[in-house]
C-alpha cells in the first residue's frame, strides 16, 4: 500500500473512532444516585437541641450511568432538599447544617433532571433522585421519670417546644420529664394550626399536661 493509500485509512479509522466515542457519550444514562453518606446522627439526649445547632457534614451525590458503566460525583450538579428544614438544611452544594430549632429525622434528597426515560428514550424532565437521612437526638430533661410523646397525623407542617425544655421537635418524638406539668407550644410552619388532642388543658397553640406517668399527645398542622 502506498503512503497515500495508507493516509486515508488512518484517517477513515479516526473518523470510525471519534464517531463511536460519541455515540457513546450521547447515549450515556444516569440511572440512580446515591446519597453519602446514607445516614447521619447529630447530637446526643443529655444535650439540649438548641445546642446542635451550625452542626453539619458535607454530602455527596455519586451518580451511576450506563452506555458505559461509570460512577461520577455529581454534587454540585443536583438540586439538594430537606423534608423537615425545621431540623436541617442543605446548601446547593449539599452541606447539611441542623438548625437547633427541631429534632427527630429528615429526609435530604439529591435530584437530577435528564433528558433520557428509564428505557433510554428522549424525554423531557425525566428524573433520578437518591436519599439519605438525617436524625438529631431529642434532649431529655431526665433518664427517668415519665415519658411524653407527641405525634404529629396532620398533613401540614410545624414545631413543638415544651416547658421545662426537653421537646423540640417536627416530628414524631418523646423526652423523659420529673413528674409535674408539661406546657407545649405548637407552631405552624407555612401551614394552619389544627388543634391538639390527649392534653388536660388547651389554650390556643399551648397544651398542658399534668404528667404522673407515659402520656401521649398529638398536634395536627393542616
Sequence with gaps: MNCKGFRFVLMFATVLCVVALSSCAHEQQLVSITVQPTTETFGAADIPVSADAGLNVQLRALGSYIH?????????????????????????TGLLVVTGVAC??????????????????????????????????????????????????????????????????????????????????????????????????????????NLTSDRTVAVTFN
Design 68 to 92: 458505559p458503566p461509570v460512577t461520577k460525583d455529581i454534587t454540585d450538579q443536583v438540586t439538594w432538599d430537606s423534608n423537615t428544614p425545621d431540623m436541617v438544611t442543605v446548601s446547593p
Design 104 to 209: 427527630g429525622s429528615a429526609l435530604v434528597s439529591a435530584t437530577a433532571t435528564t433528558n433520557v426515560s428509564a428505557g433510554n428514550r428522549d424525554s423531557t424532565g425525566a428524573i433520578v433522585t437518591g436519599y439519605m437521612t438525617a436524625n438529631v437526638v431529642c434532649f431529655s430533661t431526665s433518664s427517668s421519670g415519665p415519658t411524653l410523646t407527641v405525634n404529629f397525623p396532620g398533613t401540614g407542617s410545624g414545631t413543638v417546644t415544651s416547658s421545662p425544655p426537653g421537646l423540640s421537635c417536627a416530628t414524631t418524638c418523646s423526652a423523659h420529664f420529673p413528674s409535674g406539668t408539661v406546657t407545649l407550644t405548637a407552631t405552624p410552619n407555612g401551614s394552619t394550626f389544627g388543634g391538639w388532642s390527649g392534653c388536660d388543658s388547651m389554650s390556643g397553640q399551648t397544651c398542658t399536661v
